[in-house]
């Protein structure tokens, strides 16, 4: 199964929230089994992303929610790939006791490298 690990940084007005037309996307990292990085938005970086999704089977993303509405605003088409949000996984497995886990609370508890 190949693998894509994505998430989309915006402008911040109102949360970052896609629905502000203030708001446009600024970078986004990916992760493959191959390569990582951190990539400023350009002009070509939705394809590159569309490109990205059609060769993967798994997207994976922490408060996907934000970034799935990114993808579809910039017409990157999930098509019929599988998601799984970490932030959600972390909800679930603590018995929905912890809500909105962050990315740095969930990679200390599973004694994972946090940035």
Same mark, same amino acid.
């Given at each position: 199964?190949?693998? !894509?690990? !994505?998430?989309?940084? &915006? &402008?911040?007005?109102?949360? /970052?929230?896609?629905?502000?037309?203030?708001?446009? $996307?600024?970078?986004?990292?990916?992760?493959? =089994?191959?390569?990582?990085?951190?990539? =400023? #938005?350009?002009?070509?970086?939705?394809?590159?992303?569309?490109? !990205?999704?059609?060769?993967?089977?798994?997207?994976?993303?922490?408060? /996907?929610?934000?970034?799935?509405?990114?993808?579809?605003?910039?017409?990157?088409?999930? /098509?019929?790939?599988?998601? #799984?949000?970490?932030?959600?996984?972390?909800?679930?497995?603590?018995?929905?006791? &912890?809500?909105? $886990?962050?990315?740095? /609370?969930?990679?200390?508890?599973?004694?994972? $490298?946090?940035?």
């Amino acid at each position: 199964m190949d693998e !894509l690990v !994505l998430d989309l940084e &915006t &402008t911040f007005h109102n949360k /970052g929230s896609v629905f502000d037309e203030r708001n446009f $996307p600024v970078c986004y990292s990916i992760a493959t =089994k191959d390569d990582a990085s951190a990539i =400023k #938005w350009s002009d070509h970086a939705a394809s590159d992303i569309q490109k !990205l999704i059609n060769a993967s089977d798994l997207l994976i993303v922490c408060a /996907g929610k934000f970034d799935v509405h990114w993808l579809r605003k910039m017409n990157i088409s999930l /098509g019929s790939i599988n998601i #799984w949000d970490v932030q959600i996984a972390e909800f679930i497995l603590s018995y929905q006791k &912890t809500r909105f $886990p962050s990315l740095v /609370g969930i990679c200390s508890r599973v004694v994972l $490298p946090v940035k």
